[in-house]
């Protein structure tokens, strides 16, 4: 699912039929475990216009997934059960479920101290990904709740890179965080780490460049002023003082447990909002050039 929608055989991926087919399946996929309606089943295919046939040509679909999913290399199954059908699968068996595992798994290290190791789950979850969820899947509402995973991806990247900074690595995330942040230039959360790691490695006029140029885009893009946090952030910079990042606990290979090089204090950059998209606030001087 973690880019285009494929089923692991036994001797090499198989192929899914695309239309009606590929449809159901990556429902059933986004909906793993739990019970998926034949009447949504019917709306996500033909929408507002369904023929006398919808139910029995879906009934025609999930029969012949069915059939390509036994040659699968796991154990994933459909059965049938009302009001409609449950795609059964383990978490080692689905990319998405194997992603949001370990995601998971790394934000409990991270509360625990263990920030090298929430950066290597993490490094290995963002692996997974191939594209973007379900790339070339003809379906607006599952689209929808397919952008939604690209979302949790983002979020996952950057909770590696603020593990990264507090294990004191800022001057090796600069060159990934400003690739980031130009395929993202609207996520404050990245800009804000951006503008740390520049002025930790001793680059403060890029520091104060960088959020000079997410105001400009903001403004031209969404008629918004950069938030509260990324203001306060570019204020501590000007006056050259944003504070040192904080030693965290960093593992040994051993086990053992030593202080680390410095990572940023959680305040020094932008926190996450819930959306995942970095706040702003409405521009109040949409006549001044900032």
Known sequence: M?????V???DGPLRVPPGRQEV???ALL???NRVVSTNYLVDLIWEDNPPETARTQVQICVSRLRKLLAGADSTVSISTRPPGYVLHVDTGDVDSLLFTG??????RQRD???SEKAVALLKSAVALWQGHCLTGLDSAPLANKARRLDEERLSAVELRMQSELELGRHDRLVGELQLLTHENPLRERLRGQLMCALYWSGRQAEALEAFRDGRRI???ELGLEPGRELRRLEAAILAGELPPPVRVRASRPGGDEAASGAGPAETAAPRQPSDGTGRAVPRTDAGSDG
């Open 112 to 114: 625990e101290g263990e």
């Open 24 to 26: 159901i399946l990556a």
């Open 8 to 10: 692991r055989g036994k």
């Open 2 to 6: 973690l880019g285009p929608l494929q």
């Open 30 to 32: 986004l909906e793993a």
């Open 218 to 220: 903001l403004g031209q």
């Open 102 to 107: 370990l995601v998971a798994m790394a934000r």
